[in-house]
């Protein structure tokens, strides 16, 4: 039976996985000439924009490939790729003519000057003096770095680069660091084998899957193609199923860095491991130099038994600043991810209370919805108090499932269009909310920030087109605007992934009642009340060839257009009344509400060194920035609270 070309992933309206090398152990894809060329056309047949190969495409192509091949830029010299850098159109023509042909010598020319790259830094790894290396070398030297421009240039970065991988190393005993010094070298001659493998058909496989990632990483951020190793492990994040200590790690070359910790996770419970700590060793073994892959099976295990963490802390500020070493001993677990992620709580005014709902992200599963959960919270303040307003928090979402963003969405109007999708085609479906009754018609304030994307800008900026809600916070949040389909269902334990690779590709964009979409923009808060992120260049404008901006028409009205016209009549004799209302409720207050706010910023101290540390800090990362605003004052949160407790003042009767 055929397989179906596109289903819906659950992770319809979230980030996108990293655009990243293949696992140097990967079995690699069953993949030809023609087969790869089959595969390109099916993603530009699908892509929201391009439908097929142009010579701007190709040059993206070209350095996304040298990119795959030297992701850390420790092997090539600017002048070995110079022509692929900065190609010529005759160039450029000419290769798209050989793709059209199946024809790939051009990748293949590449990874031959890519071989004698790897003899090269065998030599240059000869002069480096491990005695004498520099000191005090810092991770974020390496971070967006161009290529080397002279042998002496690059081996002044080997040298640099080693020198914080052994100094991290040194930190445990004078055993390990040689045992580290073998692991690097065994992981660069894992990476070396794949490009050095005399195998022809392993070889071209090997080109082949690194051209298709190149494609496929051309269209857009999020439009990606995954070996069948990579495909799997896609699919067990989705399925949401962990096992070991529930945190995320990034590799920093010298040692991998928690960057997130699972709620109910050991890594969580056990309030020992802090974010930025930097794990060097997994019960004894040490992992710096290590693939990430390598060491996160170290760390994973049986339940209930247990690991021993070596990290690395940093304590203190400016010159005070030093570094401690710790062991810490975690029981494993499995970690499901469920993402029923939710806080409800109140806080007092006048002879009631004001509501607060903070939700992590959009779910759904057998036992439990965002909608429902939410709504069950809504109605126990109504029942226990007397409610005034709702601050429904959606900072840090990041998405979730599309029709559980109607649904939150649906709590707060009657019916009508919620989203509308428009896909490769320019087919436009709307999206609607189909039940009249509302949970809390009431006084209602979003707060957003700069890392509320997706599903979280599907609701803030629908209920902002209907005037049912004031936005608050940064005064924009990520702009992602597109939603992506995948070849694989990743809802299902069974289904086998293709053993040719699968892709997920961005099929079009999406739109609220107003017809705007937030991609690039992101949802314009009514009144500015700056936070963590504040600062921060994340977004979807910093990505790598991001969709643009558009519109649709808008749809307040809702003329059934996309409904077959012989259900028409039917469906608008059950749903065209109750339609929810384009209201002006806050419009009246916002120029007060909006003073009031920047008064209150500007006089309060604290608030404002708060705003100078952000100002002036460097390299803002969100997991680090949320786990700052849970530990200390929230003056985002704070502020929000201000200007509902003014909004329910200036609606007094």
């Not at 019960?283 to 760390?299: C, H, K, Q, S, Y």
């Not at 601050?391 to 979402?397: E, K, Q, S």
């Not at 609701?459 to 992506?484: C, E, M």
């Amino acid at each position: 039976m055929q397989r179906k070309p596109f289903i819906l992933s659950i992770l319809f309206f979230c980030f996108s996985i990293a655009f990243c090398p293949i696992p140097s152990e990967a079995k690699l894809p069953e993949l030809t000439p023609k087969s790869t060329t089959a595969k390109i056309d099916e993603i530009m047949k699908a892509h929201a924009t391009y439908k097929k190969l142009t010579p701007e495409l190709i040059k993206r192509t070209l350095l996304n490939y040298l990119n795959e091949l030297d992701p850390v830029k420790t092997y090539f010299i600017e002048s070995d790729i110079h022509q692929w850098l900065e190609p010529s159109d005759q160039l450029l023509d000419s290769i798209l003519s050989d793709f059209n042909k199946s024809d790939f010598h051009t990748f293949t020319d590449i990874q031959n000057v890519m071989v004698k790259a790897i003899e090269r830094r065998h030599l240059l790894d000869k002069e480096i003096d491990i005695a004498n290396l520099p000191k005090n070398v810092k991770a974020k030297e390496f971070k967006d770095m161009k290529w080397a421009t002279s042998e002496r240039d690059l081996v002044d970065r080997l040298i640099r680069i080693k020198a914080l991988q052994i100094e991290t190393a040194s930190k445990l005993n004078e055993e390990t660091k040689e045992k580290s010094l073998q692991r690097m070298a065994k992981r660069q001659a894992k990476f070396e084998d794949e490009i050095l493998n005399t195998d022809p058909t392993q070889k071209e496989r090997f080109m082949l899957s690194n051209v298709l990632k190149a494609v496929a990483a051309s269209l857009d951020a999020h439009t990606n193609y995954l070996t069948p190793d990579e495909a799997t492990q896609f699919t067990i994040n989705v399925q949401q199923r962990l096992f070991g200590i529930g945190a995320q790690l990034r590799d920093d070359l010298n040692g991998f860095t928690i960057v997130k910790m699972i709620e109910g996770g050991p890594a969580a419970e056990s309030k020992e491991l802090k974010l930025k700590d930097r794990i060097i060793a997994v019960n004894g073994e040490p992992v710096v130099g290590m693939d990430i892959t390598d060491a996160v099976e170290l760390i994973r295990g049986d339940e209930n038994t247990p690991v021993t963490l070596t990290i690395i802390r940093e304590t203190g500020e400016g010159a005070d600043k030093k570094e401690e070493k710790l062991d810490f001993i975690l029981k494993r677990a499995e970690v499901v991810l469920k993402e029923t992620r939710y806080d409800s709580s109140f806080e007092a005014y006048g002879d009631g209370v004001i509501g607060y709902l903070k939700l992590f992200s959009f779910y759904q599963d057998s036992d439990s919805s965002s909608a429902d959960d939410l709504a069950k919270a809504i109605k126990a303040m109504k029942e226990k108090n007397n409610l005034k307003g709702i601050v429904f928090d959606l900072r840090y979402n990041s998405g979730g499932i599309l029709s559980q963003a109607v649904s939150v969405t649906g709590l707060f109007i009657t019916k009508g269009t919620v989203v509308s999708i428009k896909d490769d085609e320019g087919n436009i479906q709307h999206l609607r909310e189909l039940e009249e009754k509302v949970i809390w018609d009431g006084p209602l304030i979003v707060l957003t920030n700069r890392a509320s994307a997706s599903a979280s800008e599907i609701v803030a900026q629908t209920l902002q087109d209907y005037g049912r809600a004031l936005i608050i916070g940064d005064d924009h949040t990520f702009g992602k605007g597109s939603f992506q389909t995948f070849t694989l269902n990743t809802t299902s334990k069974n289904e086998s992934v293709n053993p040719q690779g699968e892709y997920k590709v961005t099929r079009g964009r999406y739109y609220t009642v107003s017809g705007k979409t937030p991609q690039l923009t992101g949802v314009i808060a009514d009144i500015d009340v700056p936070g963590a992120l504040s600062q921060s260049e994340i977004g979807e404008k910093f990505n790598k060839y991001p969709l643009e901006n558009d519109s649709i028409s808008p749809n307040y009205d809702d003329d059934l257009s996309d409904i077959p016209f012989y259900q028409r009549d039917k469906i608008k004799s059950l749903y065209k009344f109750d339609l929810q209302k384009r209201l002006h409720t806050y419009e009246k207050y916002l120029p007060q509400l909006k003073a009031n706010s920047i008064q209150r910023i500007e006089s309060n101290k604290n608030y404002q060194e708060f705003l100078k540390s952000i100002k002036e800090s460097e390299d803002t990362d969100i997991e680090d920035e949320l786990d700052e605003h849970k530990r200390k004052a929230d003056f985002q949160l704070d502020e929000t609270y201000n200007i509902m407790r003014d909004l329910l003042y200036f609606q007094k009767p």
